[in-house]
């Protein structure tokens, strides 16, 4: 995805770090992933859901050292402590924010040139995809560990946002459809994000029940923009809303189309606003992205 020896700093993400001796059941009843996987892969991707099964949040979680350290957005981390302490009941956990990491994303080739980095740090593939890029967290007492002293590029949040809309990466802060959005209508699936034999967790009977049923009636999907003066929300074929879009750059996004005509919506233009939408189907949906 990223040019050689090229990084970008994630602002606003949070890490919570848990601990204690139920650490691994205490994680295992709450989240759409097998936490046991962490004892054999250093990072799995994950969600937490309403009873209804609705999305409520997704993270990363990695195994370093004696903690679990849980990635997430800055803005649901008080969200998120709250539902952790709620379930914590009488088990042997505790639970902190992790002040003291800063997250990043880097290019494959680029973890040689952090070697004389002076801060601790933690760097893993990205569990979702394969060969994308990795995330590393640094281990720092200030923000300014500067990555451009070690010989790499920093890229800008536009220049990664680009990147990440042509390798139809989602970002779920943005790429829902807020209080209504169902993991299987994200792909969350085909992004290692659910585990389908770990047994019972919130929301864990209706996200089963769509996908043996097969109730799924919209999906994610990459769209082409043919931009021209307005691009709206919805996307319509033949004055019939048939999506909503989600983000986008004017070139290409991500939306939720209805699945019930998809194959004739593949051959033809679809609009929004004055402008016209072509759908083209996710790399990662295709059998690609790796496999726990």
Not at 160 to 168: E, M, P, V
Request: net charge positive; proline share 1%.
């Amino acid at each position: 995805m990223f040019n050689k020896k090229e990084f970008h700093k994630l602002e606003n993400k949070s890490i919570i770090k848990i601990f204690g001796r139920d650490k691994f059941s205490f994680i295992q009843g709450i989240i759409s992933n097998d936490v046991e996987i962490l004892k054999k892969k250093s990072s799995i991707y994950s969600s937490i859901l309403s009873p209804q099964g609705k999305f409520i949040v997704d993270f990363f979680l990695s195994i370093y050292k004696e903690f679990i350290l849980l990635e997430l957005n800055e803005d649901q981390r008080d969200t998120i402590l709250r539902k952790l302490e709620i379930y914590k009941l009488r088990s042997d956990v505790f639970i902190e924010e992790e002040r003291t990491i800063s997250v990043f994303l880097i290019s494959n080739d680029s973890e040689e040139n952090l070697k004389q980095l002076k801060n601790d740090y933690f760097c893993f593939e990205d569990p979702r995809f394969k060969s994308l890029f990795k995330r590393i967290y640094i281990f720092e007492n200030s923000n300014k560990v500067n990555l451009d002293e070690y010989n790499l590029k920093k890229i800008s949040y536009s220049e990664y946002n680009d990147l990440r809309l042509k390798h139809s990466i989602p970002d779920f802060k943005y790429d829902i459809i807020e209080n209504k959005s169902l993991l299987l209508e994200m792909r969350f699936d085909e992004l290692n994000g659910i585990s389908w034999t770990k047994g019972c967790y919130m929301g864990q009977e209706i996200t089963a029940r769509m996908k043996y049923r097969n109730l799924i009636k919209k999906k994610l999907f990459k769209i082409k923009i043919n931009f021209k003066k307005k691009i709206s929300e919805e996307i319509k074929f033949n004055k019939e809303v048939v999506g909503f879009i989600t983000s986008h750059n004017y070139k290409e996004g991500l939306a939720y189309i209805n699945l019930k005509s998809i194959n004739e919506f593949f051959k033809k233009d679809l609009i929004s606003g004055d402008s016209t939408i072509r759908l083209e189907r996710i790399w990662w949906s295709c059998g690609q992205a790796i496999k726990n």
